[in-house]
């Protein structure tokens, strides 16, 4: 708006080519805004952490309501997930006839990839935008406020505790989704291509794949749950505007936490290497 | 009426036994399940039968589709560089051979990838945004409002974002797999040294992949605004309320997707195997 009123003379082209360049770098800036305030919420988070100013009820009630809660879920997408893997890579493995490599096949882009991808997905729908409907309701509802009046740290009572659940949640569901994917997909093998999960699991375990693989799937649910969590963390803390604003909050935490966990998911991907 | 069903059996929960509560979840999944087919029926019946409303159409195009276009080019340009970059560590382990890493690539995501992990995108992306617009609605009586004036909310509200799903996924699809294939292309130059013209190989996509790739692509577009819709409109409670059904939206909706995936790509094998 600003830049259309210093050249007015140049007709309505530049004025909309202007608004267009204004809409390119407001969204620069909310991008800037948002990446500056998770810092800032990450460091403040970490030095509670760090002093151990953590509440440990509120720690146990939030990993109880989000990981135990959260497994029915988990389990259904491991299942499905391997099962689809498994379906991808029939037609290969029949094209080349190479049985004993399905284990490989479907076990490589499970525990690398696919596994904690779509585990990092569900939880962030799941755990990620529920916790920030609840901070966002407690925000309008002035609930925060209200802790502070009493003298009570928001962040080590609320956040903090939040923050560590999410990402040990995210942790221990992919250790749990590895095995169900692999799970599922050896007894798709079987039902598909007539694979015995014998054959599957010999394919897993004959030397192409090794701890690293597993322990790089792990390490990227690490970094996805940190995204997770500072994102619904965030978007919670910034609510305004009643209850359409606790409904764009979790709009902004899901499709945040999806984005970072990709960008993350290829960064990490290329730093470790093979 | 279902809700309230729904929040007396939750406090009843504490009273029943471990079959009690299967009993109780699967009497809420039946009861979910037939009002989700009923919100799919009298969309279905309200797209041939009911009012003609071209701006809101286009509107919600606009909102669905023009608007998702920087999410989905960004998190599918990074997929398609991790996916890329996966597949050729994995094949450097057997056969240090890359002439049909492009082709087998875009066979891949032209049956499955582009279509699902797109559509995972879109649901976190666009199923938030109707399920938090719908409920807001919803929760400020602003629905009642439309019943009041003997307007069926389906009609007006689900209708529009139905049909501007449907035609937005497919582009959207074929946007993100274009997106997918360029970028995988480029990090298959740059981290294996495959020149691109090896790389852009079609020889592998035939009218099996072709069909269950844009299978997909309509069964998504479906189930996106249905799902999200019903958890929209099946709002209730205050801002708390809008935030529980956004998060309901993204997880019931990625649950659908995975579903879906799954017997379309069994289908899809057993029809086009090989």
Partial sequence: MAAQTTNPSKGGEPGAFAAFLASIGGGFLSAAQTTGGMTILLARILSRVLRIKVDGRELWKNLYKMAVKSLPIVVVTALFTGAIMVIQAATIVKRYGAEGLLGWGAGFGTLREIAPLLTALMISGRVGANNTAELGTMVVTEQLDALRVLAIDPISFLIAPRFIAIVSTLFMMTLFADALALLGAAYTGQALLGVSPTTFYNGLTAGLLGFGDVANGLLKSVVFGLVMALASCYFGLSTSGGAPGVGRAVNATVVTSAAGVFVLDYLVSFALGG | ?274
Wanted: glycine fraction near 12%; aromatic fraction near 12%; charge should be negative.
């Fill in chain 2, 1 to 274: 009426m279902s809700n309230q069903v729904g929040t007396l059996e939750k406090q009843e929960h504490e009273e029943l036994g471990p079959v009690g509560l299967l009993g109780a979840a699967a009497i809420d999944l039946y009861i979910g399940g037939r009002e989700l087919y009923s919100v799919f029926v009298r969309t279905l019946f309200y797209t041939f039968r009911g009012r003609r409303d071209k701006g809101a159409v286009l509107h919600q195009m606009y909102e669905i589709g023009n608007r998702s276009v920087f999410f989905i080019s960004t998190t599918m340009g990074f997929l398609g560089m991790i996916l890329v970059y996966q597949s050729g560590l994995q094949a450097k382990r057997v056969v240090p051979e890359f002439t049909m890493l492009g082709a087998t690539y875009l066979e891949l995501l032209v049956r499955d990838f582009a279509a699902s992990l797109g559509a995972l995108m879109l649901a976190t992306r666009v199923g938030a945004g109707i399920a938090a617009e719908i409920g807001s609605m919803v929760v400020t009586e602003q629905v009642d409002a439309l019943r009041m004036c003997a307007a069926d909310p389906i009609d007006f509200l689900i209708v529009p974002r139905f049909l501007a799903s449907m035609v937005m996924t497919f582009c959207l699809i074929i946007w993100a797999g274009t997106v997918a294939f360029v970028a995988g292309g480029l990090t298959a130059y740059a981290a294996f040294d495959v020149p691109l013209q090896t790389f852009f190989n079609m020889a592998l996509v035939d009218v099996g992949d072709l069909s269950i790739g844009l299978a997909k692509c309509l069964a998504y577009g479906v189930a996106i605004p249905i799902v999200s819709g019903y958890c929209g409109l099946s709002t209730f409670g205050g801002s708390e309320g809008v935030g529980w059904a956004t998060t309901r939206a993204v997880v019931n909706t990625s649950l659908a997707i995975i579903i879906l995936n799954f017997f379309i790509s069994g289908a899809g094998f057993l029809i086009f195997p090989g």
